[in-house]
């Protein structure tokens, strides 16, 4: 065992056990508990739960390589701005009211809003959404112990799986809220620790947010000499009008994402979902702030030690990441040594045709500390993280699909005289049977789930926050209405991604709309549709207007509560015709 | 409060979010995207400003502008007399 694998294995079984002391510390015994926490934590708490919850595997491993190598530098802003500025629209239109409204479940808001053909569209879009992003994570635990600790992949898929559950069963949102919390101060400093040291290694300045320019302009120097447009150049990769609807669709498709508004439920009041929101993306911008930074120095680094580096000297990180595939190199020119001239390769399977070298974008992060020289227990930290922020974001994931079908399917929809005891039970097995999908799906990755989880964005937004938004700022916003406008908003998104999508049909974009930014165009149908519709179908009852009257306002108020415990006339509330209701 | 009131304290609301969520848009999209090219010629920290606002400055603005936003909301609901929002809401 290397001094590296010695390092990882420390910090990892250090994490792992306090993760699991915290899960035994915080178990639960009823619904509320186990769904929503109880509703009693602490903003800050909060705030910290939520940023691990959001950043996944990919913001922690792979984003700064997305932004460094595969967008080279500006293009890749569209995942710096996409995912911050969503929560600006989360904290101002959505949390505090949602809040309000005091239910479990994304799809709990839609169906007592709408209707009950609303909330399976909605059960439908979560638990797809879920899916998808939750198979990245496992697959994310997998490098990590595949790589650090020279685990089998599926063996440390399944290490990751039983932890997971241990927490995430016996805890539920209140085990997994505390234990992210932990995690997150885990993550953010495996990730600051690593670019303060790099930052002060190359520049004498230990921080990267006033090094940040110098390094620019060494890398733009480097590359310009290499052929490779400017890092810091605009719309060379993505052109202004696709950054504009990129940029748009995550960040609607943030602010739709069930995982994260579910955590504003267990928030302890209004105001403290207003400061949870404030102290989430405070949180966040730590990590986010600092990607770019880190992108930029490790290829610097990069290119700097592997340019003109003859072929049989290459250093031992390089060599290392090409034994487990994620380099990928071919001396095609014939010359011995390594020519980065023309940029790196956009995929691996391009290697000896356009360029020398490719570099798969998970590894940038994960590698930087190597790169840079950093000594041993630096990098087993950074592994730490990074399976930290896998698994924060996965049983986050989890708690949605297993609430989705314990609330939104067996309680309300199979059998509503179902015992406490019985809730949770199901809940358990659900989240049981969840966990072991989500591991199988990250031993066996489909083909297409890197790409679907970028449009997993899309479909939030196209979806979720229309019908959100307008449920609480247009009273009379209809049931048909929100049902016509998702199905719309979802079938022409979903529709136009697979058509364009390599793995499906793979045709020319339309107009050269991305299909990472056609959510944009999805949401805005949504909207059309909604505002359409409503004009000319029943209006919502007088009560369910003034339900959404006090939702406006934080507080207490008799109606919202008897509305939250569901002792309000359903005749009343939606409608005299309605029996579609048990 | 009564109706009236109510009607002026979501009206204040609204207010608040409309400035907040135009600067919102003003430093992402306007900044970091539409008029990049024009403010990557000034730069920043050493950073050109275009390029600073598409990757750290719009994420700065937007912690600002929920900091700012919370803050309003108490002042708001402190003149409204909503002194009972610190009380645990109700859950289904």
């Known amino acids: ?582 | 409060m009564d109706a009236q009131q109510r009607q002026a304290y979501w009206r204040e609301n609204l207010k608040l979010m409309a400035i907040l969520l135009t600067i919102w848009a003003l430093v992402s999209f306007g900044a970091g995207i539409v008029f990049v090219e024009q403010l990557n010629s000034v730069s920043f920290l050493g950073v050109p400003l275009g390029f600073w606002f598409a990757q750290q400055g719009s994420i700065v603005v937007f912690v600002l502008l929920i900091f700012v936003y919370v803050k309003m909301m108490d002042r708001l609901d402190a003149r409204y007399g909503i002194t009972e929002y610190e009380q645990e809401v109700h859950h289904s």
């Open chain 1, 1 to 582: 065992m290397s001094e590296t694998q010695l390092w990882t294995a420390i910090f990892v079984a250090i994490t792992f056990s306090l993760y699991i002391w915290i899960a035994y510390r915080s178990r639960v015994s009823d619904t509320k508990g186990f769904y929503v926490a109880g509703g009693g934590i602490p903003a800050p708490a909060n705030g910290a739960a939520v940023a691990a919850d959001w950043m996944s595997a990919a913001s922690f491993i792979s984003m700064a390589g997305i932004i460094a190598f595969s967008q080279n530098g500006y293009g890749g802003s569209v995942f710096l701005m996409g995912w911050t500025g969503g929560y600006v629209l989360l904290a101002l239109l959505l949390a505090p009211y949602l809040r309000k409204f005091g239910k479990y479940t994304v799809p709990d808001f839609v169906g007592d809003r709408y209707n009950e053909t609303a909330r399976l569209i909605a059960v439908v879009c979560a638990l797809v959404i879920s899916f998808v992003y939750v198979a990245g994570q496992m697959g994310g635990v997998g490098v990590v112990f595949q790589r650090f600790l020279g685990v089998d992949r599926t063996l440390g898929v399944v290490i990751g799986m039983v932890i997971v559950f241990f927490y995430a069963v016996l805890g539920g949102m209140k085990g997994i809220t505390w234990t992210q919390v932990a995690q997150y101060t885990v993550l953010i400093i495996a990730y600051i620790i690593p670019v303060v040291a790099i930052s002060a290694n190359l520049t004498g300045n230990p921080v990267p947010y006033l090094s940040f320019g110098e390094i620019l302009q060494q890398l733009n120097g480097l590359q310009q000499d290499l052929g490779i447009d400017a890092y810091t150049e605009a719309f060379t990769r993505t052109s202004m009008i696709n950054m504009v609807l990129i940029t748009a669709a995550l960040m609607f498709g943030t602010a739709g994402l069930p995982h994260v508004i579910v955590r504003f439920y267990t928030a302890k009041s209004v105001r403290a979902a207003r400061y949870s929101a404030l102290w989430a993306l405070f949180f966040i911008s730590l990590l986010y702030t600092m990607a770019p930074a880190i992108g930029a120095m490790s290829k610097f680094n990069f290119i700097d030690q592997i340019n003109g580096t003859p072929v049989d000297e290459t250093p031992g990180w390089f060599n290392t990441w090409v034994d487990v595939g994620l380099i990928t190199v071919s001396d095609s020119n014939g010359n011995s040594v390594i020519d980065l001239a023309g940029g790196f390769a956009a995929t691996a399977a391009d290697v000896g045709v356009t360029s020398e070298v490719f570099v798969n974008n998970d590894i940038v992060v994960l590698a930087a500390p190597e790169i840079a020289g950093l000594p041993a227990p630096i990098v087993g930290l950074v592994a730490a993280g990074g399976l930290a922020a896998a698994l924060s974001t996965a049983s986050g994931l989890l708690l949605v699909i297993s609430s989705s079908v314990a609330n939104d399917i067996y309680y309300k929809r199979i059998n509503p005289a179902a015992s406490e005891a019985r809730q949770l039970l199901v809940g358990r097995i659900a989240m049981g049977g969840a966990i072991f999908i989500a591991g199988y799906l990250g031993i066996n990755p489909p083909g297409f789930v890197a790409e679907v989880v970028a449009l997993a964005f899309g479909l939030a937004a196209a979806s979720f926050f229309p019908i959100l938004f307008l449920g609480i700022f247009w009273k009379k916003a209809t049931a048909i209405g929100a049902a016509a406008g998702m199905a719309v908003g979802l079938s022409f998104t979903l529709l136009y991604q697979l058509w364009t999508l390599p793995t499906f049909f793979g045709n020319d974009p339309i107009l050269g709309i991305p299909p990472t930014g056609v959510g944009t165009i999805g949401m805005i149908l949504n909207l059309l549709t909604i505002f359409v519709v409503s004009q000319f179908t029943p209006k919502p009852t007088p009560l369910m207007q003034k339900v959404i009257e006090d939702v406006r306002y934080p507080g207490r108020s008799e109606l919202v509560v008897a509305h939250a415990e569901g002792t309000l006339s359903e005749a009343e509330l939606h409608g005299e015709d309605r029996h579609d209701r048990p």
